[in-house]
């Protein structure tokens, strides 16, 4: 079956940094989105990754090694407005986007 | 990005009544819009994908009678609760694909905030 894997709850430190990992488990692999979702609100898009390596967009980034079957995202700088669910989703051969459950992430003054 | 907005946000009803909800993708034509469903502290679950002019294509489970969906415009999808019971209270959030066909990043609308008394 297709399984995607993240941290459920992690706790930061405000200007500290945070990883968040993602490891999946598709039935083919045609890239990798980063969303972000405050508490009662959609989802917004963060990154996106479909080749091996680090993309860095302001105080975050992404990275992918397909091989390993794994992505992280990495935020520098926390303000306690990036406290939300983060959420890795994969799209597979079918172009079907598989969803995480998401990581909520808790930044502490 | 494309701009997606549902409407209405918040819905209270009750048991047995029907409620719909609309999505419109206000500078996009979008041939395909999604319906998630989201309850609480669980990811999104695809429930399905509505196509222009032809029938909404419907994820395993999601019962196609309960849930009815038009996309009868490139920009207008609604989806219709029937007979809504509590436990159809959930956040139902739409998306429409940007740029980059079957890859492109998803835009997502505002979401519908549904509970059912």
């Known amino acids: 079956g297709q399984n995607i894997d993240q941290p459920t709850e992690m706790t930061a430190t405000e200007g500290a940094i945070v990883q968040i990992n993602c490891t999946y488990q598709?039935?083919?692999?045609?890239?990798l989105f980063w969303y972000q979702q405050h508490a009662g609100e959609a989802p917004t898009f963060l990154s996106y990754n479909v080749l091996d390596g680090l993309e860095e967009k302001g105080r975050f980034s992404s990275f992918l090694s397909r091989s390993k079957g794994y992505s992280y995202l990495l935020l520098k700088e926390l303000q306690m407005k990036d406290s939300a669910s983060y959420l890795c989703a994969v799209t597979d051969s079918n172009y079907q986007l598989i969803w995480g459950a998401g990581t909520k992430l808790i930044i502490k003054p | 990005g494309a701009v997606v907005s549902q409407h209405p946000s918040w819905v209270i009803c009750k048991s047995g009544t029907s409620v719909k909800i609309e999505c419109r993708s206000l500078d996009f034509q979008a041939t395909t819009m999604f319906w998630y469903r989201q309850f609480p502290k669980q990811s999104l679950m695809l429930m399905a994908t509505?196509?222009?002019?032809?029938?909404?294509?419907?994820e395993q489970g999601v019962e196609k009678d309960k849930f009815l969906i038009n996309h009868a415009s490139l920009t207008l999808s609604t989806l219709t609760v029937t007979s809504a019971h509590p436990e159809d209270s959930s956040f139902y959030i739409c998306?429409?694909?940007?740029?980059?066909?079957?890859?492109?990043?998803?835009?997502f609308g505002e979401g519908s905030r549904l509970t059912v008394l």
């Open positions: 509505s196509n222009e002019g032809s029938k909404a294509t419907y």
């Open positions: 998306s429409v694909r940007g740029l980059g066909g079957d890859t492109g990043e998803l835009f």
């Open positions: 598709t039935s083919g692999f045609n890239g």
